[in-house]
């Protein structure tokens, strides 16, 4: 559930510290609100209309779509400064995407309304929307091709490293497997048996339900920054 936090400083620590005043050419501060959403919330779901455009600040989001047969798909991670709702703001559409928080993250949102109304005549603003959906049509694009074309286990390790939590000096996963598989796009059975394989290899030990991380850096050369 989206919690709006009331904390002037800590909105304008995150519109300085990322530069949103940048992308308009007029003072948009006081029109925007802080909000966080907590571990597994959504953010955007898929089909719904949406009403406003959020800037990710801090956290680490994954993006999937529901597919007509009711499986889903994953599309990539978000993990640092992005723009949300572009797409929609631009065809008048409902939400394209699932973005689903992987742990309590926050977003600085501005409405559909206030946007409408003062600049979608903004030539800095529209500016940026062309390059963030240009952008993204090159991630998806790439995205694709990862999904075609790359071994289960470079996709999983990607998976693993983008959604797990860091507990000391370890990394922690600890996800549904059976929803893993549905998002990679492989069979339960496969993906099992890649987890079998990277426990040979002393890439991850399973301890109490959850898998962590033995080899980082082996992980992280397998994973290669995918479904960036």
Do not use: W
Not at 175 to 187: A, Y
């Amino acid at each position: 559930m989206m919690i709006e936090i009331v904390n002037e400083g800590l909105k304008n620590y995150y519109i300085e510290k990322h530069r949103i005043k940048e992308i308009f050419s007029k003072n948009t501060a006081p029109k925007m609100r802080l909000v966080e959403f907590k571990k597994n919330d959504l953010i955007y779901r898929d089909g719904e209309n949406i009403d406003e455009i959020y800037f990710f600040v801090s956290g680490k989001a994954k993006v999937y779509i529901t597919l007509k047969n009711g499986k889903s798909l994953l599309i990539g991670f978000y993990d640092r400064f992005k723009i949300l709702g572009d797409l929609e703001l631009t065809t008048d559409s409902p939400a394209s995407t699932n973005v689903q928080v992987l742990e309590d993250s926050l977003c600085i949102g501005i409405s559909f309304n206030e946007i409408q109304k003062n600049f979608m005549d903004d030539s800095v603003f529209l500016r940026y929307i062309c390059n963030s959906l240009s952008e993204k049509l090159r991630q998806s694009s790439n995205n694709s091709t990862i999904n075609l074309l790359y071994p289960l286990e470079d996709r999983l390790a990607s998976y693993i490293i983008m959604a797990s939590k860091r507990t000391n000096d370890s990394l922690e996963f600890s996800g549904n497997l059976m929803e893993v598989s549905e998002l990679l796009g492989t069979s339960y059975r496969h993906l099992l048996r890649t987890f079998e394989k990277f426990s040979k290899e002393k890439i991850l030990e399973k301890r109490k339900g959850s898998f962590f991380i033995l080899d980082e850096d082996k992980l992280r050369s397998l994973s290669a920054d995918l479904y960036r």
